[in-house]
């Protein structure tokens, strides 16, 4: 949809986001963008898990997730940190609506690789005239990445890959990632411009690791004529002064933008 901007806000910023972020947000919902949010919360389900016992291992920035584990994942996210968000929201008079991605059937899924991971899930479709119904009435959609496929199976997505393929089922105009650093870092540099082929050096370099992976990657995968640049920001501080966004752009080639 023409003028959507798919935000994503990781788990790692989520209680640390600055009131700038939500008067960005203002400005923007007053500007007539359809805004979307996709959330995170790896951080409030690790602590879940930790309190119940229940072992938890990342896979290259991914939650291996038992059948057990899924039922926390959906708990945390669809349940307190969605809510959480969506109220937070309303706080600053941003009219949010929380879904998850079993609502209205959103986000379709299947299982990434059901032997290492689990019940991780890649998103398969994603039901965009769903979300357009709540953009018409000028409502924010604030999204919980859990998919399910056609038998009711449910799956713990990552909320970075939800996110890109969110961005690209409503062909939106912005994808920003925001998270708990300025941008992808270089020796504690900010990374202001990075092209598909030097994220994937960096990747096979291990500057890029951990949880930046899914984020760059979903970047990379929602790149497209519609959408040539996508930015990682940080909550934390405010990345949007005098009509520009401060962190990192990821760009198909050089020069794109
Ligand atoms: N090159 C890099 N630049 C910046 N952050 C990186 C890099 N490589 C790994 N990271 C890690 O990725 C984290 C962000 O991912 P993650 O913790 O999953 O955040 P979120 O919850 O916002 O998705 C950073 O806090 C940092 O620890
Ligand atoms: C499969 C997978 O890794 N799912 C993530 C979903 C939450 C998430 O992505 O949260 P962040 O944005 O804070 O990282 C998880 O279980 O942590």
């Known amino acids: 949809m023409e003028g959507t901007i798919v935000i994503k806000c990781g788990g790692s910023v989520l209680n640390e986001l600055s009131s ?16 979307v949010i996709v959330h995170g ?11 119940l016992a229940i072992e938890s291992e990342f896979v290259n920035g991914l939650r291996k997730t038992t ?4 039922d926390v994942v959906e708990m945390v996210l669809a349940g307190k940190v969605n809510k959480q968000l969506v109220s937070l929201l309303w706080q600053y008079h941003l ?14 899924a299947a ?4 032997e290492r991971l689990g019940y991780v899930g890649t998103v398969t479709r994603v039901n965009a005239s769903f979300l357009a119904h709540f953009l018409r009435v000028r409502y ?24 890109g393929a969110i961005a690209k089922a409503l062909r939106a105009q912005q994808l920003i990632f925001v998270t708990d650093v300025p941008g992808v870092l270089h020796n504690g540099s900010l990374v202001e411009y990075a092209t598909a ?20 990657k979903a970047a990379l995968s929602a790149l497209s004529d519609s959408l040539p640049e996508v930015m990682i920001v940080s909550g934390k501080h405010s990345f949007y002064s005098e009509g520009k966004l401060h962190g990192t752009s990821i760009q198909k080639e050089a020069g794109v933008c």
Not at 20 to 35: D, P, T
Not at 197 to 216: L, Q
């Open 140 to 163: 924010i959609p604030v999204i919980a990445p859990i998919g399910c496929d056609q038998n009711g199976q449910k799956y713990n997505i990552n909320a970075d890959t939800a996110a």
């Open 197 to 216: 082929e030097e994220i994937e050096k960096m990747i096979e370099d291990g500057i890029i690791s951990g949880g930046m992976i899914p984020k760059v």
């Open 95 to 108: 009219p949010g609506v929380g879904v998850s991605g079993v609502d209205g059937r959103l986000l379709e």
């Open 41 to 51: 919360g790896g951080p409030e389900i690790g602590q879940m898990l930790k309190q």
């Open 67 to 70: 059948k057990e584990g899924l």
């Open 20 to 35: 700038s972020f939500f008067q960005s947000l203002q400005a923007l919902h007053a500007q007539g963008k359809n805004i």
């Open 111 to 114: 299982p990434l690789d059901l």
